[in-house]
T-cell receptor, first 116, second 115 residues
Framework: NAGVMQNPRHLVRRRGQEARLRCSPM?????VYWYRQLPEEGLKFMVY????????ESGMPKERFSAEFPKEGPSILRIQQVVRGDSAAYFC??????????????FGQGTRLTVV | TQLLEQSPQFLSIQEGENLTVYCNSS?????LQWYRQEPGEGPVLLVT?????EVKKLKRLTFQFGDARKDSSLHITAAQPGDTGLYLC???????????????FGKGTLLTVNP
């Protein structure tokens, strides 16, 4: 089985541009999560999505950030008008179900965003 | 406030030595996961523990979940250079805002195993 696929692996954007990060979950997984890892900090939850629904976006900044998981295609994390502070590694994870014995999330390789 | 404290932050040992790293919290978690992350890569899930007092073994790695489900440890026997990496613990459930899908991560233990 292919794992969680993220692209691009590296993304460089100038201040003010838009960044689009894509994530395809593992086959059979319908739950997608985005996390951000800032330098010297741990991974922080941003948003949880199911197909066509945002379940929990409590960790996502209110402005400039949005996420979607359409019926067809990958999940997209979109950052508008990027600033230097957005530079970080963004990880997508997926899980098969919430009601198995213990929650398990499987992570992709991440997208390293650098804002110059 | 860091809900999950991992210690030590850095650990450098020689090949063949044993080691234990810790993950502690004042909060209860319904489940706790251990991941290993290598530079430039995503976290790779090693194990999930759910029951207080649970012990799981994965080859030379032994994971334990505390009786009160607030802490966990990872013990590596006869460490090898291939064990080098950042070891992360992450909890879900009550200690993670009550959500069983939202993982709260520690900052990790960076392990270096020298040949």
């Amino acid at each position: 089985n292919a794992g969680v696929m993220q692209n691009p692996r590296h993304l460089v954007r100038r201040r003010g541009q838009e960044a689009r990060l894509r994530c395809s979950p593992m086959k059979g997984h319908s739950h997608v999560y985005w996390y951000r890892q800032l330098p010297e900090e741990g991974l922080k939850f941003m948003v949880y999505l199911q197909k066509e629904n945002i379940i929990d976006e409590s960790g996502m900044p209110k402005e400039r950030f949005s996420a979607e998981f359409p019926k067809e295609g990958p999940s997209i994390l979109r950052i508008q008008q990027v600033v230097r502070g957005d530079s970080a590694a963004y990880f997508c994870a997926s899980s098969p179900t919430l009601w198995d014995r213990g929650f398990e999330a499987f992570f992709g390789q991440g997208t390293r965003l650098t804002v110059v | 406030t860091q809900l999950l404290e991992q210690s030590p932050q850095f650990l450098s040992i020689q090949e063949g030595e044993n080691l234990t790293v810790y993950c502690n919290s004042s909060s209860v978690f319904s489940s706790l996961q251990w991941y290993r992350q290598e530079p430039g890569e995503g976290p790779v899930l090693l194990v999930t523990v759910v029951t207080g007092g649970e012990v799981k073994k994965l080859k030379r790695l032994t994971f334990q979940f505390g009786d009160a489900r607030k802490d966990s440890s990872l013990h590596i026997t006869a460490a090898q250079p291939g064990d080098t990496g950042l070891y992360l613990c992450a909890g879900a459930g009550e200690g993670s805002g009550g959500s069983n899908y939202k993982l709260t991560f520690g900052k990790g233990t960076l392990l270096t195993v020298n040949p």
